[in-house]
């Protein structure tokens, strides 16, 4: 099982990005999959969630309104679209896989979550 985040990268303050998390030897339709983020000096955190069928989304308050989750079940990828990024947004960007449909106080424990992506890094240039 693979996760492969990218999308990564340098904007300035206001811009957007687009992050990415493909699967393979995983079936995205059967698992939750949430972005986390983790600054310099800082505890990974909860950033937004998508249950497997799409139908349910979770954020942070701190993104609510600006980052929107999204799926493509047949690239088995998941989308994070993040506009009007802000310079405490600067972090690195994990993607993680739960199977199932897990109660919100589950989605947002790290340490819950069996497969990770390697990790990508968003900078917020103010």
């Known amino acids: 099982v693979q996760l492969q985040a990218s999308g990564g990268g340098l904007v300035q303050a206001g811009g957007s990005l687009r992050l990415s998390c493909a699967a393979s030897?995983?079936?995205?339709?059967?698992?939750?999959m949430t972005w986390f983020r983790q600054a310099p000096g800082k505890e990974r955190e909860f950033v937004a969630s998508?249950?497997?069928?799409?139908?349910?989304?979770f954020y942070a308050k701190s993104v609510k309104g600006r980052f929107t989750i999204s799926r493509d079940n047949v690239k088995n990828t998941r989308h994070l679209q993040m506009n009007s990024l802000k310079s405490v947004d600067t972090a690195v960007y994990y993607c993680?896989?739960?199977?199932?449909?897990?109660?919100?106080?589950?989605?947002?424990?790290?340490?819950?979550?069996?497969?990770w992506g390697q990790g990508t890094q968003v900078t917020v240039s103010s």
């Open positions: 998508i249950d497997w069928s799409g139908g349910r989304t």
């Open positions: 993680a896989a739960i199977p199932g449909t897990p109660i919100a106080s589950t989605l947002w424990d790290s340490s819950k979550y069996d497969y």
């Open positions: 030897g995983l079936a995205f339709s059967r698992y939750a």
